[in-house]
């Protein structure tokens, strides 16, 4: 490994005073590039490794200066229309400087360890007081394993708590290294049935499964989440499936993240296409009747965000 793959990253946004990564109060580091495509992704722009220009039309004054500013023709005004190639766009981010609107945001930059490890100390005595830390996300961290681990390297040099969010589609070998320097896995189940899975996120799940019966077994601390999607993974049968792997594992809790409509917004500004534009969140009644269900199948469901 290099110096500058090792002590370099690609991170689209760092979020401060976060309390729901982990316990206390936490700051998130989030990382840009996913292996999966789920339907619901509600971080698109954290799905490609390439940072991405986020468009607000509303604020766009047609001044043109972006058009001057970008030397592959990705930016233009074609009669009257503002358009934006994002196939010609290198992610060079000089629109963006021109910008005096604020239309125009690039989702992703590189920084190295240190320069988000300054982020993160900055509310040191914070983390002290709430018995919090730091937590990285994505994305998913494992998509770029050395500067996840140098960065909670850097965490635990502080006694820092640290956390990591993933989905596990990744080899044995990084997450193995990277538990080393992780205090909690935030460790997300989309699916029991592996073609389904395959179908609603572009993977199947045996990587995922297995990695976190391993992650289990050395007695790591583990918090899970599945999110929730009407129609999607919401069958009885999933959710049987669901509590008989866990029980079989004993793990008697888990944190269901009920689908909403929000990110639709993110797509249009990213230009991308929606597929479950006309999903709705459920209803409290529903989501306590999953969780009635659970709990007689001898799961506690907490409900999250
Ligand atoms: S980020 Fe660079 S390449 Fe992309 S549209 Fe803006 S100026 Fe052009
Ligand atoms: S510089 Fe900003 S306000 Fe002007 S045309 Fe480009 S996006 Fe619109």
Redesign the pocket.
């Given at each position: 490994m290099t110096r500058c793959e090792s002590d370099r990253g690609v991170v689209f946004d760092i979020q401060r005073f976060s309390v729901h990564d982990g316990p206390g109060i936490r700051t998130t580091v989030f990382l840009k590039g996913c292996p999966l495509k789920c339907l619901w992704c509600h971080n698109p722009e954290s799905q490609s490794m390439q940072p991405v220009l986020s468009?607000e039309r509303e604020?766009?004054?047609?001044?043109?200066?972006?058009?001057k500013e970008c030397s592959r023709n990705a930016?233009a005004?074609v009669d009257g229309a503002?358009i934006i190639r994002r196939e010609l766009c290198s992610g060079c981010g000089r629109?963006v400087e021109?910008?005096?609107?604020n239309?125009?945001i690039l989702k992703g930059q590189t920084m190295t360890v240190e320069e988000v490890f300054r982020e993160v100390i900055r509310d040191e005595l914070l983390y002290r007081k709430s018995k919090g830390g730091i937590t990285i996300s994505g994305g998913e961290p494992l998509m770029q394993p050395t500067f996840t681990y140098n960065i909670l390297r850097r965490g635990k040099e502080h006694n820092l708590h640290t956390t990591i969010e993933t989905c596990g589609h990744a080899p044995w070998a990084s997450l193995k290294k990277i538990l080393k320097v992780t205090d909690l896995v935030i460790y997300d189940l989309k699916h029991m049935d592996s073609i389904q899975h395959k179908k609603f996120v572009g993977v199947d799940n045996v990587l995922i499964l297995k990695n976190l019966k391993k992650i289990i077994e050395k007695e790591k601390e583990v918090h899970v989440r599945v999110p929730l999607i009407p129609g999607l993974n919401d069958s009885e049968d999933n959710l049987l499936k669901i509590a008989e792997f866990f029980k079989h594992l004993r793990v008697t809790s888990v944190e269901f993240i009920p689908y909403h409509e929000f990110a639709s917004t993110k797509y249009e500004l990213l230009g991308m296409d929606y597929s479950l534009k006309a999903l709705t969140a459920y209803t409290s009644e529903e989501l306590e009747q999953k969780r009635k269900k659970m709990a007689k199948l001898g799961i506690k469901i907490v409900i999250g965000v």
């Open positions: 468009f604020l766009c004054i047609m001044c043109g200066e972006c058009v930016q005004i503002r629109c021109a910008c005096n609107t239309a125009l």
